[in-house]
Nanobody, 125 residues
Framework: QVQLVESGGGLVQPGGSLTLSCVVS????????????MGWFRQAPGKEREFVAA???????TYEGSVEGRFTISRVDAKNTIYLQMNSLNVEDTAVYYC???????????????WGQGTQVTVAS
């Protein structure tokens, strides 16, 4: 059974920072963490889930426009873990953040068969 477990969410003041983590286990049938693109998505109250950032198997990166320059996605293959370093947080970043495992090496050409349960990030003074 594939599991994606996020952690690191919480309450932070505007301008603050948080780092989210996602540990992946159970990939099989030719899929490995090392060969999978990974991503972060978020869903704010009353809104659709939206893309935040993704990283391909070989380190290629892409970000949603409003987080570029403030958020950094990274991966440590030896730990089956991805991270999302979030700086200069503002109230508009408040959402449930979800980790996603793509079905292939590249986020540009793969569907997302696996999701985490989400971790809440609240930005408030």
């Amino acid at each position: 059974q594939v599991q994606l477990v996020e952690s690191g969410g919480g309450l932070v003041q505007p301008g603050g920072s948080l780092t989210l983590s996602c540990v992946v286990s159970g990939l099989r049938s030719g899929r490995t963490f090392r060969s999978s693109a990974m991503g972060w998505f978020r869903q704010a109250p009353g809104k659709e889930r939206e893309f935040v950032a993704a990283i391909s198997w070989n380190g290629g990166l892409t970000y949603e426009g409003s987080v570029e320059g403030r958020f950094t996605i990274s991966r440590v293959d030896a730990k089956n873990t991805i991270y999302l370093q979030m700086n200069s947080l503002n109230v508009e970043d408040t959402a449930v953040y979800y980790c996603a495992a793509y079905g292939g090496r590249y986020y540009t050409s793969s569907a997302i068969p696996n999701w985490g349960q989400g971790t809440q990030v609240t930005v408030a003074s």
